[in-house]
Nanobody, 124 residues
Framework: QAHLVESGGGLVQAGGSLRLGCTGSGRTFSNYGMGWFRQAPGKEREFVAGIDWRGGYTYYADSVKGRFVIFRDNANNTLYLQMNSLKPEDTAVYYC?????????????????WGQGTQVTVSS
């Protein structure tokens, strides 16, 4: 059975950095589009960043553009999100997700595989 497992969340001060990881198991995700989403308390899950299966095309939510970088290591079936210049409004549970059809979408419904999430808390 396929699984995605996130890591790297934690507590950081505003202006700091964190790197999230997402490792796949049970199948290779190297030919899947991948994405990061987040959900804050009382809010809907929102798109953060996406990447195509080869890692050559990336796209971001306006709120994180210029601060976050998504990249992948297909040899190790791992996706990353480097988060810099963090703000308190970045506080949320972060989820990685895989899209088998590589639709390069921002819509959660298009992603068929999800991790369990990792908490990121940014203090002011």
């Amino acid at each position: 059975q396929a699984h995605l497992v996130e890591s790297g969340g934690g507590l950081v001060q505003a202006g700091g950095s964190l790197r999230l990881g997402c490792t796949g198991s049970g199948r290779t995700f190297s030919n899947y589009g991948m994405g990061w989403f987040r959900q804050a308390p009382g809010k809907e899950r929102e798109f953060v960043a996406g990447i195509d299966w080869r890692g050559g095309y990336t796209y971001y939510a306006d709120s994180v553009k210029g601060r976050f970088v998504i990249f992948r290591d297909n040899a190790n079936n791992t996706l990353y999100l480097q988060m810099n210049s963090l703000k308190p409004e970045d506080t949320a549970v972060y989820y990685c997700a895989a899209d088998q059809r590589n639709t390069l979408t921002r819509t959660p419904l298009n992603y068929g595989y999800w991790g369990q999430g990792t908490q990121v808390t940014v203090s002011s």
